[in-house]
């Protein structure tokens, strides 16, 4: 038997943060099917398994410091530092959203222990996506965790909005997938390989100039089907209306987690599997940029609502981020600092508007935050940091995180996308001081009463805006972290 397990490289520790969020989901599935349990012990079991998968994450690095890159079950899962990168970034959305998500799904009454289900089961299935080495592999993880948020965002079964984003995101989704496994069977018909590594060996063996075209093809749509769940343009017309129908509670969650294992994913594409022939791509790219920081941009400027308009500024936000990861290795190491900086400041906003607006609540309009200052001193300040972050203002980690970025892309040469991107940070002033100054400066004849706020939820949102300052004040450790994903490729 021990042969066995280590011809197929079987180890637990790899896969373990995937199998605790499954098991912890089935408990609390158990306990809801066959005892009447209190709701105390439903976030016990919820929050130790969170514990428990932060910890598992912390075993997988000691694995690594062991073993290096190494591969696992027949080439199935890949432990790399991308996949630790990874690892990390999951974990801590599930920690700093459990909050959010706990007080929302306790608003469902009957369906709460669902809704953790759910976003258990989507989280185990996006460990997997960014764990895995063969495409079919990365496949099923997207999709484990793409139809548990399928279901998620149409939770709230009164709310109209709520069922109709379900819905778009479903179709749409489905759609995307199906784009995404045909592009691997192309890849495989080509090569018949189905390894990131393995794919990068065989076009280093024939020679970028005797590529086939189904594989450029297979390539193209793999992408594709990757760049719409981050909602890069053309690609992003379901983030608008998924994030303003779904439950405010949750968007915080669904947005960040996705985008994550997303680039992930692209990024290890662009750095192992078409490593050589990546500059074929380039026009590809450039034009996904393009139009997301102009569509992005412009959307957002005409926004209402706040949820739709953080949605088209994670369009212009995704421009940002691919831009560095098809651009070299230092771009792809700014764009995990820009990616991390960003999640904090994503989690601490839609915190935030659940605060004000409710959790289960779908449309948050600007009114909603009109005169925040006057009652609300703390939400208004911690708001205001979050937004300067999305801005690129100096003194947050999204001013840093957007010069690192583009000092690397000056560095390689790509002055024209150079200054599309800085044309599109000075309209994103615009359209993210806006809120600000209706929030702050503005003055209101009736402003909003004082909000109830938990002490949990003052350490939360505190802990992100501080954080959001700190690594624009001391981004070294984090500048430090982003290389070391990509050192081997220096």
Do not use: H
Request: hydrophobic share 55%.
């Amino acid at each position: 038997m021990s042969q066995i397990s280590e011809a197929i490289g079987f180890n637990l520790i790899v896969i373990s943060p995937t199998v605790t969020l499954v098991i912890t989901a089935l408990i609390l599935l158990f306990f809801t099917i066959t005892i009447e349990t209190k709701m105390i012990v439903k976030k016990v079991i919820t929050f130790s398994g969170i514990l428990v998968t932060l910890f598992c994450v912390f075993l997988k690095f000691g694995l690594f410091s062991q073993n290096g890159v190494s591969s696992y079950f027949t080439q199935k899962i890949l432990l790399d530092e991308f996949s630790l990168f990874g690892n990390v970034l999951i974990g801590l959305i599930l920690f700093l959203n459990f909050i959010p998500i706990w007080g929302t799904s306790y608003e469902l009454n009957e369906k709460t222990s669902e809704a953790i289900i759910l976003i258990l089961m989507s989280a185990s299935g996006f460990f997997l996506m960014v764990d895995a080495e063969n495409l079919i592999m990365l496949f099923i993880g997207l999709e484990i965790g793409s139809i548990s948020l399928y279901a998620l965002a149409g939770l709230n079964r009164i709310d109209k909005l709520s069922n109709e984003a379900s819905l778009k995101y479903f179709l749409l989704g489905s759609l995307a997938s199906c784009i995404f496994i045909y592009g691997v069977a192309l890849v495989y018909v080509s090569y018949s390989l189905m390894s990131v590594y393995d794919f990068a060996l065989a076009i280093a063996y024939t020679g970028p100039d005797l590529i086939p075209l189904t594989t450029f093809i297979g390539v193209l749509l793999i992408f594709v089907g990757l760049l719409f769940k981050i909602a890069a343009a053309p690609f992003q017309s379901w983030a608008p209306d998924v994030y303003q129908g779904s439950p405010t509670g949750y968007v915080g969650y669904m947005a960040s987690i996705v985008k994550v294992a997303s680039f992930i994913v692209i990024a290890r594409i662009c750095m192992v599997s078409v490593r050589f022939i990546l500059e074929d791509f380039e026009t590809f790219f450039f034009t996904v940029i393009f139009l997301s920081v102009l569509i992005g941009s412009f959307f957002a400027s005409i926004q209402t609502d706040l949820k739709r308009l953080i949605a088209y500024s994670g369009v212009v936000q995704s421009g940002f981020i691919l831009s560095g990861i098809t651009s070299g290795v230092n771009g792809t190491s700014s764009s995990m600092f820009y990616l991390f900086a960003y999640i904090l400041q994503l989690i601490g906003i839609f915190t935030i508007f659940s605060i004000i607006s409710g959790k289960l609540s779908s449309n948050f309009e600007m009114d909603n935050i009109r005169g925040l200052m006057k009652n609300n001193r703390f939400l208004a300040i911690s708001f205001c940091v979050f937004m300067f972050g999305l801005a690129g203002i100096p003194l947050t980690s999204g001013f840093v995180s957007k010069f690192i970025l583009l000092t690397n892309l000056w560095a390689y040469e790509k002055y024209f996308l150079v200054s599309i991107l800085l044309l599109s940070t000075v309209v994103g002033f615009y359209f993210y001081l806006r809120p600000i100054w209706i929030a702050t400066i503005e003055k209101v004849d009736e402003p909003i009463e004082m909000l109830l706020i938990q002490k949990s939820e003052y350490l939360l949102i505190g802990s992100l805006a501080s954080l959001t300052i700190l690594f624009g004040l001391l981004p070294n450790t984090l500048i430090n972290i982003s290389r070391w994903v990509v050192q081997n490729y220096l």
